[in-house]
């Protein structure tokens, strides 16, 4: 993009965030503004100049939801002073997460990004971020809560409320929110390939969130900064926004049960134990192997058949990038399924040992009772998302 204009957009579905990009434009950095006519103008100016003395190339995309102090307009008067700057003006929508969103779908770098539009995100962080990027992130996030960060005039009840929120999510969401000090933040970068094709539905203010829960992310690296207090306008956030946090990470956690996945993942499960099963029944009855052995092959078989279908079919939209991502998948099931299956072992034995059980019975009583569980976390553990 070489000049700055307006974007009219009418209805509040997103669009997809294509995987194209123009090879000129490193960055894409969305600024979502609702009434910040007054704190636009120095944001920008302060991004232009922070970025300009990077070299690299940039664009500024404002989404502003038809703010009713218009600044989309005061924004739109910057676009010959700052060529880089598109402005999106939403007639329908509203929401920061899909602004962030919205913006990106417009947006032309290799690099997508977002920044608060009320200055109290420091502009010159985006030199740091951008550093993190070029030495291989796949998410640099600006971090309130490292050593060199902090947040200047937070009263202490808000500094608990937002703690306790943290706090709330990392129980909830341990791998996406524990991996990150600053999971609420609303300033980062990250690559496009990482958002590009990933169907995202974020309710409210948190989009790096949905992020770090719906994609990819292998490689995160955070950079402090001190979180400003505003100097114009006033803030979005109300209680509102908190219930809107909390159903954002019930659905989140509900997520990977409702995706097209899990029928996937139920019938290799179920065809595994099967399997387990009939390959017992072939080497212990047919063959006449004995008990330990034919139990300890046939739940060898199920874990192979499982890592093998689970990577070609059931999580085939997030296959394994290297050979090592495939053998630390194959030894990450057996680590799980392996305690298992010397249980299973053990039950088994025991049952008919101790109780007088059959062995097919038996074998049958801890396949039911062990494995069902043990497949389910192990596949939910080795493939969820953001891990692999
Ligand atoms: N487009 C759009 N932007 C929004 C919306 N709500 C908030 N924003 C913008 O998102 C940024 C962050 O919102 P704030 O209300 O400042 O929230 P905060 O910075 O987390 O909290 P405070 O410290 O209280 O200001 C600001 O630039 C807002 O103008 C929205 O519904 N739509
Ligand atoms: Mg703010």
Redesign the pocket.
């Known amino acids: 993009m070489t000049s700055g204009k307006v974007v009219e957009v009418t209805g509040d579905q997103p669009r997809p965030i294509p995987d194209g990009y123009d090879p000129t434009i490193e960055v894409s950095l969305v600024?979502?503004?609702?009434?910040?006519a007054d704190?636009i103008g120095d944001l920008l100016r302060g991004l232009h100049a922070a970025l300009t003395a990077t070299g690299v190339g940039f664009e500024l995309i404002v989404?502003?939801?038809d703010s009713p102090d218009e600044t989309w307009r005061v924004a739109a008067g910057l676009t010959t002073e700052i060529p880089e700057l598109t402005v999106i003006r939403?007639q329908e929508a509203?929401?920061?997460a899909t602004?962030v969103l919205g913006g990106w779908s417009y947006a032309h770098g290799r690099l997508l990004g977002a920044i608060?539009?009320?200055g109290?995100h420091p502009p010159n962080v985006i030199v740091d971020l951008l550093a993190s990027m070029s030495e291989g992130a796949d998410v640099a996030v600006a971090s309130r809560h490292l050593p060199e960060g902090g947040m200047v005039g937070w009263s202490p009840a808000r500094r608990l409320l937002s703690r306790g929120a943290q706090t709330l999510g990392q129980l909830l969401l341990p791998g996406t929110i524990g991996r990150v000090t600053d999971p609420m933040s609303?300033y980062f970068l990250l690559r496009r390939d990482i958002v590009a094709g990933t169907e995202m539905d974020p309710v409210g203010?948190k989009i790096l969130l949905e992020v770090l829960a719906r994609c990819d992310v292998r490689r995160l690296v955070e950079s402090p900064y001190v979180?400003l207090q505003?100097t114009a306008?006033r803030?979005?956030?109300a209680v509102g926004h908190y219930v809107g946090y909390l159903r954002h990470l019930l659905r989140l956690r509900v997520y990977p049960l409702r995706s097209r996945a899990l029928v996937r993942y139920l019938a290799v499960t179920g065809v595994a134990l099967a399997l387990d099963a009939v390959v017992f029944l072939a080497l212990f009855d047919l063959s006449g192997w004995n008990l330990t052995r034919s139990a300890a092959i046939a739940g060898e078989t199920a874990i192979l058949f499982t890592v093998l279908l689970h990577d070609l079919w059931t999580f085939a939209g997030r296959p394994a990038r290297t050979f090592l991502d495939r053998v630390r998948r194959l030894v990450g099931m057996h680590l799980v399924l392996g305690v298992l299956l010397f249980t299973r072992l053990a039950v088994t034995n025991a049952l008919v040992n101790w109780i007088g059980v059959g062995p097919l019975a038996a074998f049958l009583i801890a396949l039911a009772v062990v494995m069902p569980g043990g497949h389910l976390l192990g596949s939910r553990l080795t493939w969820r998302s953001g891990r692999s």
Do not use: H, I, M
């Open positions: 600024v979502p503004t609702y009434d910040e704190n989404v502003d939801d939403r509203t929401g920061l602004a608060d539009g009320d109290q609303g203010y979180f505003r306008g803030s979005k956030v």
